[in-house]
């Protein structure tokens, strides 16, 4: 009986990660027909709906989402913000997977380990993002973890972003003949168009989000911009937004009018119910950085709805900063973002017990973005003057088998004067390495630059081009941690980041036409005393292509586990009881 209890206790010590609580969901992307701005059109859709489903853990959980390709074009799936830690192989972009057929699935399986926050996720090939495949993900904290503010009485998601009604295969095209996209026709707000505050703008007809709220209550809103390439600025008439979190790193809270909100960020605010409902009010998303009288159009509103409410929404939207020609003064509202370095996160050790500004760069990487030019009668954009040729075989499956030349370790250091072209070059990062980088924005618009795998510390931004003297402004105490950053045209922005997740990561431009014509690398983190312990093996159902195509089994549909783990203790527990019972008598 004494060895069946350690059996007992030994398997339950290994089996599903360590016991955590483990999720399953599952995710069939299609095309279905929609008007968002009264014009009816295909957009993608996760089980029917429009935004995708909500992704709601908890810190530690085991994940698992089947992934259904019901599209005629491959697909994949990336979770931007989720580390995966030593986990590439669930990251879903090209460098790291190979992609779901139509018609197939595939089964990812992550563990959100130690995070917490507002993410989201969305399809990461052929430019699908533009035509929607995208939703919110929420890590809570643990119950044994404070927060550093009141339980908000409710959370809203509101997932705001530019929207064009061409939709993904258009866009595709329009930018392969080497035009730039243009101005988009509107925002959405949760995947609708605006309220008809101008009758002008606006038709008639289109269906508008309104969130419903308790007068006096306080509400968590964790806003994402999911948007195409449009920098918006993000304001609710007659209320401060409270700043508590970004992609997963609470911040010292302040309160703010108005808010920018870049492409790929993700910010959670409290806003407190405390107006006298004589109306409802406006939720406004409207385009940043551009002429915005110009862009009028370009703008989302939602409807504010108090429970006692006497009346509809009326009169001009609330005023978006006119700082438009004084981009220094914008800055100032990204600078004054900070760490809370005493809220614990999703450990109970506090935020700020990593002391980065005391550890010693190893690696310094300047990485300059330019507009598109043409390469090889191709419209491409590069950064340090290679545009990036994604590989036909993923780079860490390649590394394992042994496959020769799918991408080089190659990737520059600093730009160099020389012509721009088309290549795989990947950074050959050090594991364990502190490495600053650069990004260095010399394209003639606002980008959002995301890292894969990490969070990383931004120190500072600036105009102007950076040099060795701009480290004496950087801040070395409270910088906020965050895995997507803004870079204004014509500025820098530095980042710091501890090089502590194996495999490979991908770094680029989040705005996607930059990225579909070639901003992005990868970084390539190796621990060359690899035991098991720093890098998790490829899952079962890993697929194959490119040069290890014939690896690749008939069927090509996988579900990760066959048996939940809590029917599957349960099951063993009751083995385990039948076989005491058994050797009992």
């Known amino acids: 009986m004494a060895l069946l209890l350690l059996i007992h206790i030994a398997l339950f010590s290994t089996l599903c990660f360590a016991a955590d609580p483990s999720v399953f969901l599952d995710f069939k992307l299609s095309y279905i027909t929609l008007s968002p701005l009264g014009v009816p059109q295909r957009v993608i859709a996760v089980n029917g709906a429009f935004p995708g489903p909500v992704v709601n ?246 409807i504010l709805h108090y429970s006692n409410s006497k009346g509809p929404a009326s009169g001009p939207l609330p005023v978006a900063p006119s700082d438009i020609y004084n981009q220094w003064s914008a800055m100032n509202q990204p600078r004054a973002i900070r760490q809370n370095t005493t809220a614990s996160g999703a450990r109970p050790n506090p935020q700020g017990s990593f002391h980065y500004g005391s550890i010693n760069v190893t690696d310094t990487y300047v990485i300059q973005s330019l507009p598109p030019v043409r390469i090889d009668g191709k419209f491409r954009a590069t950064l340090n003057g290679i545009s990036f040729v994604n590989p036909d075989t993923p780079i860490r499956l390649a590394d394992l088998h042994k496959v020769k030349g799918a991408y080089k370790l190659d990737f520059p250091n600093k730009p160099h004067d020389r012509t721009p072209h088309m290549d795989r070059s990947v950074i050959n990062a050090t594991y364990k390495g502190f490495i600053e980088i650069i990004l260095q924005n010399n394209d003639t618009k606002m980008q959002s630059f995301h890292m894969d795998g990490y969070a990383f510390f931004v120190v500072g931004m600036d105009f102007g081009v950076w040099s060795e003297n701009s ?43 930059r990225w579909y014509l070639g901003q992005e690398t990868y970084m390539r983190i190796i621990n060359p005393e690899e035991n098991g312990k720093t890098e998790m093996v490829p899952p079962d159902n890993v697929i194959y292509c490119g040069a290890l195509q014939s690896l690749q089994k008939e069927s090509q549909s996988s579900s990760a586990m066959a048996l939940h783990c809590g029917n599957f203790k349960l099951f063993l527990t009751l083995a385990i009881t039948i076989l005491a019972l058994y050797f009992h008598f």
């Open 57 to 302: 853990v908890t810190t530690n959980y085991n994940v698992n989402i089947n992934v259904h390709n019901q599209l005629d074009e491959n697909l994949l799936m990336t979770w931007p913000g989720i580390q995966m830690r030593r986990n590439s192989w669930q990251d879903g972009v090209l460098g790291t997977n190979c992609p779901i057929h139509p018609k197939k699935n595939f089964t990812y399986q992550f563990q959100v380990k130690d995070q917490i926050g507002s993410f989201f996720y969305f399809p990461s090939l052929n430019f699908q993002r533009a035509s929607g495949g995208f939703g919110p993900i929420i890590i809570n904290n643990r119950n044994i973890i404070a927060i550093p503010f009141a339980h908000p009485d409710a959370d809203i998601v509101l997932l705001v972003g530019d929207w064009y009604t061409k939709n993904h295969t258009a866009l595709r095209t329009t930018l392969e003949s080497g035009e730039e996209l243009g101005m988009p026709d509107g925002v959405l707000i949760n995947g609708k168009g605006p309220y008809r505050y101008n009758s002008t703008l606006v038709p008639d007809g289109i269906e508008y989000e309104i969130i419903n709220v308790d007068p006096g209550k306080t509400y968590r809103f964790r806003v994402h911009n999911v948007g195409t390439s449009t920098s918006l600025n993000f304001r609710i008439e007659g209320h401060n937004l409270l700043l508590v979190e970004t992609e997963g790193f609470y911040t010292t809270q302040q309160n703010f009018t108005s808010f920018d909100i870049h492409v790929g960020q993700s910010y959670s605010f409290l806003v407190t119910m405390d107006q006298n409902a004589t109306k409802d009010y406006y939720i406004v998303a409207s385009a940043r950085f551009v002429n915005e009288t110009v862009w009028e159009r370009v703008t989302g509103v939602a």
């Open 471 to 513: 480290r004496n402004n950087y801040n070395k105490w409270d910088a906020i941690s965050r895995s997507t950053t803004e870079v204004y045209p014509g500025g820098w922005t530095a980042v710091l980041v501890s090089l502590d997740n194996v495999g490979v990561w991908n770094l680029r431009v989040e705005n996607l036409d």
